[in-house]
């Protein structure tokens, strides 16, 4: 009607629809075909768009949004769809801001709908992700999309009864010579779960390849290099196009599969002129910022600024593999020995001296063991090894200690054993209790560094910062304290319930209000007493805050003016005057573990 074009009650329409969708927390699949603004309606059609499109960006948070364009979609009618995470064309529609015919009026410029705004134009230019025969095969695309994603931006991604992976070997597809080109998707093909492989954007920038698949019935999203295409490099589209997926995977808690095979970023004037440094940085930016668990493997070469670019470890990854043939380096050892050895390379030896100069650099600076021994990476791994490796990192209970400078940095708490039961198992709260300067603070940050190490999600509410923020304003009169310990018990039940382990480091001087928190919470409360004597903290008086109260500057200050009410039965008690805080923080642990595994083993 009217060519699918928007006037006010259209837009209401469609709003609401998206309001809808957004409240009943369902994903929302729209059919476009729509001539754009209404004419009849002037500048109030224009104004329902405005509205549909912001409606699209509030929706954004909340569910998946696929939009479908069936026939010629114009003006407003365009961005509609580019607001959504995914568009997917029929071979017969068309998408364009102004048509051909305003394109004649206003440019003389001939151009026929397909060639201004069809698939062959937006399947290259990033704006449709999938293109379909017909609207039938675009209902089972959006179906299979939606197979890979979360209802809500909320909820956990769908997980399906897992299947083996095609190949025993993935490496197999690499070919002999470390210069031929081979195609990363049988790569990635070969390591996840047979059939679920849903390649995104398969014809724009095809130097990178994305899209989701399955590892053992979970949803993963894989970013990959693709060597057959410029032989991997990366320049400003393969940035865009992978950036703008990881914010996607981001959103909808998709956890990430980085394979990297890369020379590095595309050199050259074209690149600089388009902005390839500002397009490099947003791969970085939504790389280091997202938070969803995120795995590497290198599979054949990482140089330079590209290494860091794709997700190696000080961008956030959880871990960082390589292949025993991997290459990770600054630059290629062949450009590399033409710049350390200028001088020998004038000589007429010349490209025997460079190929063995090659060698011995790549031997020496490139190869994965060497990056293993930097502390690059986190283990050399075998291709077939890889599917089993990736899951345990992604999805298990493994964790790698975050490299400093090559070395691992030291574990706060050493030698202790892994609490396997701890990452399935229902949230806690370690409640740290006992006077201002007893340690409560050190040995909570010890613990939260340990526990996150170990993949746990944890959340620290100290005293000190919940009083600038939850409890700005309030005293320490026993009212206010209290008033004081019940937000932070608020706090520490909802996100205990939800799986978090959250530390609590407050003075919390006052047993029957502790009582009430232990009360809330059940079994997922565990007391924590610093047994700390008075004149050891007025000893440390790190803040100088007991000088001051001695002197009477502060009043109804804990231990000199305000009485402290020791635990009477506190899971664990911590003597920090005989104990270092790291072995404050082991017991803590070791209790944690054990209390968990009870919890788990009662339920
Ligand atoms: N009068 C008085 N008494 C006790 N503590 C005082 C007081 N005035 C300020 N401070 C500083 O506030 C921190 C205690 O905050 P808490 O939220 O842990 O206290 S309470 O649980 O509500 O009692 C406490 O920090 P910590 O040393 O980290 O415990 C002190 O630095
Ligand atoms: N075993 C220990 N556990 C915790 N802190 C200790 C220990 N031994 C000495 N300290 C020192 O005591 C001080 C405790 O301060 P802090 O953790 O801020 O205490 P509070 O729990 O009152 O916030 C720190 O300077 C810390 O280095």
Same mark, same amino acid.
């Not at 590892?215 to 290099?225: E, P, S, Y």
């Not at 201002?436 to 993949?455: C, I, P, W």
């Not at 944890?458 to 209290?482: A, I």
């Given at each position: 009607m009217s060519g699918g074009s928007v006037g006010v009650a259209e837009a209401d329409v469609i709003v609401e629809a998206l309001r809808h969708s957004g409240r009943e927390g369902i994903p929302l699949v729209a059919f476009i075909e729509s001539a754009g603004a209404r004419l009849q309606e002037g500048a109030g059609a224009l104004g329902g768009f405005g509205r549909i499109f912001s409606a699209n960006v509030a929706l954004a948070q909340r569910v998946p949004q696929i939009s479908v364009i069936t026939g010629t979609s114009a003006g407003g009618g365009c961005y509609s769809p580019a607001l959504t995470d995914f568009v997917v064309m029929t071979e017969q529609a068309t998408m364009f801001l102004t048509g051909p015919k305003i394109v004649r009026q206003a440019l003389g410029e001939e151009v026929s709908a397909p060639d201004l705004g069809g698939t062959g134009v937006h399947e290259r230019n990033g704006v449709c992700h999938l293109v379909s025969a017909d609207d039938l095969e675009a209902v089972a695309l959006c179906r299979e999309l939606l197979s890979y994603l979360p209802q809500t931006a909320g909820d956990a991604p769908p997980v399906r009864r897992p299947e083996p992976a095609p190949l025993d070997d993935p490496g197999m597809e690499l070919p002999s010579s470390s210069r031929s080109y081979y195609d990363v998707r049988a790569v990635i093909r070969g390591l996840v779960d047979r059939g679920g492989?849903?390649?995104?954007?398969?014809?724009?920038?095809?130097?990178?390849?994305?899209?989701?698949?399955?590892?053992?019935?979970?949803?993963?999203?894989?970013?990959?290099?693709?060597?057959?295409?410029?032989? =991997?490099? &990366?320049?400003?589209? #393969?940035?865009?196009?992978? /950036?703008?997926?990881?914010? +996607?995977?981001? %959103?909808?808690?998709?956890?990430?599969?980085?394979?990297?095979?890369?020379?590095?970023?595309?050199?050259?004037?074209?690149?600089?002129?388009? =902005?390839? &440094?500002?397009?490099? #940085?947003?791969?970085?930016? /939504?790389?280091?910022?997202? +938070?969803?668990? %995120?795995?590497?493997?290198?599979?054949?070469?990482?140089?330079?600024?590209?290494?860091?670019?794709?997700?190696?470890?000080?961008?956030?990854?959880?871990?960082?593999?390589?292949?025993?043939?991997?290459?990770?380096?600054?630059?290629?050892?062949?450009?590399?020995?033409?710049?350390?050895?200028?001088?020998?390379?004038?000589?007429?030896?010349?490209?025997?001296?460079?190929?063995?100069?090659?060698?011995?650099?790549?031997?020496?600076?490139?190869?994965?063991?060497?990056?293993?021994?930097?502390g690059a990476i986190d283990d050399v791994i075998a291709p077939h090894e890889t599917r089993t490796r990736v899951i345990e990192v992604l999805f298990g209970r493994r964790r790698f200690p975050r490299r400093v400078g090559g070395t691992p940095a030291p574990a706060p708490a050493a030698g202790l054993?892994?609490?396997?039961?701890?990452?399935?198992?229902?949230?806690?709260?370690?409640?740290?209790?006992?006077?201002?300067?007893?340690?409560?603070?050190?040995?909570?940050?010890?613990?939260?560094?340990?526990?996150?190490?170990?993949?746990?999600?944890?959340?620290?509410?100290?005293?000190?910062?919940?009083?600038?923020?939850?409890?700005?304003?309030?005293?320490?009169?026993?009212?206010?304290?209290?008033?004081?310990?019940?937000?932070?018990?608020?706090?520490?039940?909802v996100l205990s319930r939800n799986g978090v382990c959250v530390l609590v480091a407050a003075i919390s001087p006052y047993r029957v209000t502790r009582d009430e928190a232990r009360e809330l919470m059940g079994e997922r409360f565990i007391e924590i007493y610093l047994r700390t004597s008075l004149d050891e903290c007025i000893r440390r008086d790190t803040k100088g805050l007991y000088e001051r109260a001695l002197r009477g500057e502060i009043g109804q200050f804990t231990g000199i003016s305000d009485p402290y009410e020791e635990p009477l039965a506190p899971e664990i008690a911590l003597d920090t005057e005989r104990e270092a805080p790291e072995e404050s923080a082991a017991r803590v642990l070791a209790l944690v573990a054990a209390r968990l595994g009870r919890a788990e083993v009662a339920a």
């Open positions: 492989f849903l390649e995104l954007w398969p014809r724009w920038a095809r130097n990178m390849v994305v899209g989701f698949a399955r590892l053992d019935g979970r949803t993963v999203g894989i970013v990959a290099n693709q060597s057959r295409h410029l032989g =991997g490099i &990366i320049d400003t589209e #393969a940035s865009q196009k992978a /950036a703008r997926f990881i914010r +996607t995977a981001e %959103r909808f808690r998709i956890p990430l599969l980085v394979l990297v095979d890369t020379p590095g970023f595309m050199p050259g004037s074209r690149q600089e002129s388009a =902005g390839v &440094i500002r397009h490099g #940085a947003e791969l970085l930016r /939504a790389f280091a910022g997202a +938070t969803v668990p %995120r795995v590497t493997v290198i599979v054949r070469k990482a140089y330079g600024g590209a290494f860091i670019t794709m997700n190696c470890k000080d961008l956030g990854a959880r871990a960082a593999f390589a292949w025993h043939d991997a290459e990770i380096g600054i630059m290629s050892p062949r450009s590399a020995v033409e710049i350390i050895h200028r001088r020998e390379l004038e000589h007429p030896a010349g490209e025997e001296t460079a190929e063995r100069l090659a060698l011995l650099y790549a031997q020496a600076q490139l190869s994965a063991t060497a990056a293993l021994r930097r054993p892994e609490p396997p039961e701890l990452r399935d198992a229902a949230g806690c709260t370690l409640w740290f209790t006992g006077l201002s300067g007893a340690g409560k603070s050190t040995v909570a940050a010890l613990v939260a560094r340990e526990l996150r190490e170990r993949g746990e999600r944890v959340e620290v509410l100290d005293g000190d910062v919940v009083r600038q923020h939850l409890s700005k304003g309030l005293g320490f009169s026993r009212e206010d304290r209290d008033t004081n310990i019940r937000r932070i018990a608020f706090v520490a039940d």
